[in-house]
């Protein structure tokens, strides 16, 4: 027998109660490190009924007293299990509330049960929050951690708009019964969030949460960065309560905690139950520098071409909630795009191989022989600069200015600024993508100023690659640069990847790819097996930092699924960076 499994079933607490309402039943409960041995005593069961409540399933444990005039009293266990629903097609799953009270009456004066009762609740909130006990652990109320106080950010707005409803019915009452205290308050415009995290006192907090989509989580990260305590003002434990349309961060802490794949509710009382544990994991942040020189810290995507086209002409489509991006996906698969682009990477060549078949790395990360003749290595000495401006006399001749994109213009004498004029476009690739009518404006950009660590990995944008990154320069359909499992609650894109292993997961699909062959690849992606399709067109890198120069006109860029300026950008990642609430003490090796 391992010493896991015996410390898991060794029994921590063990007695015999009634319940409430008390119908003369009796039961004996064993409590052991996963969950809580249920036996019928009284009326004894004909056969030997034993019911296990995982700890997985609880948030909290309360102790009360019915009336004063009792010597007896209760605790309370406050359990979501999973249960299947009869759906009309079929069955879905969804977690029920079920509260299981005891009643403690062994000693004939009340102190003596309340202290029993007491002992219990102790113990049950000690596992739930993951605090290390064993059998021989004094289960006193200071073996707890203070109350946690949270700040909860809502966004109205997100998703289908009925995040206030959801934090009513669910969320304020399950983290009541975690004990949490909280404050909630609700956004009311753009960069509201961000604006208030710059002016919180950081000791008042135990953890942000956000209610929300990922964009609202985006703004709380790089508000936090904006401050001049940015170094212990990241460190505040984040964490997300999936209210909006992709919800990919709650997909990648419900597949960390190991749940099965969920949506909707399920998703969000899976996410509110990791969230009343309460454990907290380090999560790399990606520092991005757009061409105008603007850095913010990313903890989710890089995407350009397909990936951003849909989800920013998908936003129309934002009643729908999450079905906005199978309704934008056959839009865009029906007028499918490319676009040229120049990718460079700092492969990491020592942690993990490859995971597409379909690509080889060389031992200094460029790509093997055969595939040669579409990708090539270019290590360049001249300036990117220079090279543009070269480019640019080349095909300046057919660029009428007024086409240009509008990017923002930076200003001049800005050491990363970029002269847009100087951006090589080459022809456009598509005619459809002149019509722009199709992209939601950008929003005026406010100027935050940014702080954190030095991007010690990439040189300022308008300097030359190191010589040991590779470049690829490619007709695209699209670019990707992922650092979490999930791009959407049910897009498993990068199913090896971990919170915190230091790595780029940057995915690219080659041009050339049949329209049939794409919506093959995203439907795989449902369960994260495009992997193994050993699509020719796929590519997967781990990598450190990339840039990305389009070379077409136009196009989508977005970080975390916002929208960005248009233009040459470029990332590297900076490890553990933040802390994420993921409420799991599983740890997901980094496995490729
Ligand atoms: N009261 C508000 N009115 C309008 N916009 C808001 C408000 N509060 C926040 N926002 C903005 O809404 C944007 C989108 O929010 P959020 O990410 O929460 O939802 P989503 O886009 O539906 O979800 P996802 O990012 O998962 O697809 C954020 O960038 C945020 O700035």
């Given at each position: 027998m391992s010493l896991g499994y015996w410390q898991s079933s060794e029994t921590l607490l063990h007695g015999e109660f009634g319940v409430y309402p008390s119908k003369g039943i009796r039961y004996a409960l064993s409590l052991t490190q996963t969950g809580l041995h249920i036996q019928r005593l009284v009326p004894k069961p004909e056969d030997d009924q034993r019911t296990v409540v995982p700890i997985l399933d609880m948030v909290g444990c309360h102790t009360l007293r019915r009336s004063s005039s009792e010597t007896f009293a209760y605790f309370s266990i406050y359990t979501y299990p999973l249960k299947k629903k009869k759906v009309t097609m079929g069955s879905s799953r969804t977690r029920q509330r079920t509260v299981r009270t005891f009643r403690v009456d062994?000693?004939?004066?009340y102190s003596k049960n309340q202290a029993a009762a007491e002992k219990w609740a102790v113990a049950i909130k000690c596992l739930i929050q993951g605090i290390p006990i064993s059998s021989e652990t004094d289960f006193v109320p200071g073996l707890l951690p203070r109350t946690r106080r949270l700040l909860l950010l809502l966004n109205p707005c997100g998703g289908r708009g009925n995040s206030l409803q959801q934090c009513h019915s669910h969320i304020l009452p399950m983290i009541t019964e975690a004990d949490i205290s909280y404050n909630l308050i609700q956004t009311e415009r753009q960069n509201h969030a961000r604006e208030l995290v710059q002016a919180i006192s950081l000791e008042e907090w135990d953890g942000i949460v956000v209610i929300s989509g990922d964009g609202l989580l985006y703004e709380v990260i790089n508000g936090l960065m904006e401050r001049s305590d940015w170094e212990d003002a990241i460190k505040m434990p984040i964490g997300i309560l999936p209210c909006g349309s992709g919800n990919a961060l709650a997909g990648a802490i419900n597949y960390n905690a190991g749940f099965e794949q969920a949506m909707g509710s399920e998703l969000l009382l899976n996410c509110i139950l990791l969230l009343c544990r309460g454990t907290v994991m380090p999560m790399d942040l990606v520092s991005v520098t757009t061409c105008s020189g603007i850095r913010s810290f990313s903890f989710l995507s890089v995407a350009w071409g397909f990936i951003s086209d849909v989800d920013i002409e998908s936003e129309k489509y934002r009643?729908?909630?999450?079905?906005r991006f199978t309704v934008g996906t056959m839009v865009r698969v029906a007028s499918l795009r490319t676009y040229k682009g120049r990718l460079s990477y700092l492969p990491v060549l020592d942690a993990h191989r490859p995971i597409c078949r379909s690509i080889t790395l060389a031992p200094n990360g460029s790509l093997v022989p055969f595939q040669r003749s579409q990708l090539h290595r270019t290590v360049s000495d001249m300036g990117l600069c220079e090279e543009r401006n070269v480019m640019y006399k080349r095909s300046s001749a057919s660029l009428d200015t007024n086409e240009l994109p509008s990017f923002e213009t930076p200003s001049p004498g800005s050491p990363t600024a970029l002269n847009s004029s100087s951006f090589p476009f080459d022809s456009v690739s598509d005619s459809s993508q002149q019509d722009s009518t199709l992209h939601r404006e950008m929003e005026p950009t406010i100027h935050h100023q940014v702080n954190g660590p030095k991007d010690d990995l990439v040189p300022a944008l308008e300097q030359p690659i190191p010589k040991t990154w590779v470049t690829v320069e490619e007709d695209f359909v699209l670019v990707l640069a992922i650092y979490q499992s999930h791009l959407g609650a049910d897009l498993f894109t990068a199913p090896f990847s971990c919170f915190n292993d230091g790595l780029i997961h940057l995915f690219f699909v080659k041009a050339g790819i049949s329209r049939a062959a794409l919506v093959r690849l995203f439907l795989a992606m449902e369960k994260g097996n495009h992997i193994e399709m050993e699509c020719p067109y796929l590519v997967h890198v781990p990598v450190r930092a990339f840039r990305l120069e389009p070379l077409t006109r136009k196009g989508i860029i977005t970080v975390d699924g916002e929208r960005v300026e248009y233009g040459p950008v470029q990332a590297q990642v900076h490890n553990g960076l933040s802390n994420l609430i993921t409420g799991s003490n599983r740890v997901r090796m980094a496995s490729v």
């Open positions: 062994e000693a004939s004066d009643h729908m909630g999450s079905a």
